[in-house]
């Protein structure tokens, strides 16, 4: 049997003092759970359900909820007589607690039970496949923790976590058809699930419906501002708009919820790095096609210049942030392979920008 509300309650013991004011079919239906025989106990339970002196008892249907119906595995009708518990009188006492409390537990411990199961199998798949193809036997585990999340909900309708679980089994089944619509339900029952938010937006993106992923993105950031994998979908697309002040600032507010975080260094770098890369490239095409002419377009060249000094003073901040990054994480890869890499290009940039500056004097 289950235990509820901590050792202090168990539901496997029914109390059986105060029969005198109880009907016959009630006291058989806790004689009958006492003995095992869950059918019989059913029977009873619902006749007395019928009984109007007992229409205003709220332990019948809460005990054929759960002694019955949540043991049999019976959620849809386990949910129907709770609620029934619930309506005929929530303040009820039963074994020192209301009923209203009976009911939310019940529905936590039998939802949580489903939650876990299949919560451990799609862990356990997610941690062997880690991005590669799924075989037919993950697959097979997977649709199984799609069967116990899909319980959960029944359990539990106004959880969301479950939902949330099932977009990412139905991500991995590659079934989008599925996956959209457990998102669709998730933003109806949750609109301020930050990390369903964050999905919609990975399918508006994915889409080609850019103000909308915006939309999503922002509003999971806002719910969601320290989680790194809202932080980087947020900035990325702003960097695709072409709105890298947004991006800077976006990760500037991250820092100072996570200002250890060496991940935050690193996207602040690689957005320097960006912008730098992208004035470096304007500068280049108007320097070359300026010394490719016979007579140096003096105006063309200062311009060039000009975004030479924007790259420089780009390719410094990000500079510093890569090697904020590898002060807190010496050992990340990327951090060093991007400062290789801006040093490099700072050497490009350093000899033309020598090389204007000469011509112009």
């Given at each position: 049997m289950k235990k509820y509300l901590g050792a202090a309650a168990v539901a496997g013991i029914i109390i059986l003092g105060g029969m005198a004011c109880e009907s016959q079919e009630f006291v058989s239906a806790k004689m009958y759970i006492q003995q095992g025989d869950l059918e019989t106990a059913e029977?009873?339970?619902?006749?007395?359900?019928?009984?109007?002196?007992?229409?205003?008892?709220?332990?019948?249907?809460?005990?054929?909820a759960s002694q019955v119906y949540a043991q049999t595995q019976r959620y849809e009708e386990m949910n129907e007589m709770l609620e029934e518990a619930l309506r005929r009188?929530?303040?009820?006492?039963?074994?020192?607690?209301?009923?209203?409390?009976?009911?939310?537990?019940?529905?936590?411990?039998?939802?949580?039970?489903?939650?876990?199961?299949?919560?451990?199998?799609?862990?356990?798949?997610?941690?062997?496949?880690?991005?590669?193809?799924?075989?037919?036997?993950?697959?097979?585990?997977?649709?199984?923790?799609?069967?116990h999340f899909s319980t959960a909900i029944r359990i539990w309708p106004e959880e969301t976590r479950a939902y949330t679980n099932l977009v990412y089994c139905y991500r991995q089944l590659g079934d989008t058809e599925a996956e959209n619509a457990a998102i669709d339900k998730v933003l109806i029952q949750d609109p301020e699930n930050g990390i369903v938010l964050m999905l919609a937006g990975d399918r508006a993106s994915t889409a080609g419906l850019m103000d909308q992923a915006v939309d999503y993105f922002e509003r999971a950031y806002a719910i969601l501002p320290d989680n790194i994998m809202v932080m980087q979908r947020l900035t990325s697309i702003y960097l695709d708009m072409d709105n890298p002040q947004a991006a800077l600032e976006t990760l500037e507010e991250t820092q100072k919820h996570s200002p250890r975080d060496p991940n935050v260094y690193y996207n602040i770098g690689a957005v320097y790095a960006n912008i730098g890369n992208?004035?470096?490239?304007?500068?280049?095409?108007?320097?070359?096609?300026?010394?490719?002419?016979?007579?140096?377009?003096?105006?063309?060249?200062?311009?060039?210049?000009?975004?030479?000094?924007?790259?420089?003073?780009?390719?410094?901040?990000?500079?510093?942030?890569?090697?904020?990054?590898?002060?807190?994480?010496?050992?990340?890869?990327?951090?060093?392979?991007?400062?290789?890499?801006?040093?490099?290009?700072?050497?490009?940039?350093?000899?033309?920008?020598?090389?204007?500056?000469?011509?112009?004097?």
């Open positions: 029977q009873f339970f619902l006749e007395a359900l019928a009984l109007p002196a007992e229409s205003k008892n709220a332990k019948i249907p809460y005990l054929l009188n929530s303040s009820q006492k039963f074994q020192g607690y209301s009923i209203a409390e009976l009911v939310a537990n019940t529905r936590q411990v039998e939802w949580q039970e489903e939650y876990q199961r299949g919560a451990n199998l799609y862990n356990e798949i997610a941690n062997q496949i880690q991005g590669a193809e799924i075989n037919e036997q993950q697959r097979e585990a997977l649709l199984k923790a799609v069967g992208d004035a470096l490239s304007k500068g280049q095409d108007i320097y070359r096609d300026v010394v490719g002419k016979d007579e140096i377009d003096k105006e063309q060249l200062a311009l060039a210049l000009e975004f030479f000094n924007q790259a420089q003073s780009a390719y410094s901040e990000a500079l510093y942030f890569m090697d904020n990054t590898l002060a807190l994480n010496p050992d990340d890869a990327a951090a060093n392979q991007a400062l290789r890499e801006i040093q490099s290009t700072k050497k490009i940039l350093d000899t033309m920008q020598r090389s204007a500056e000469k011509i112009l004097r």
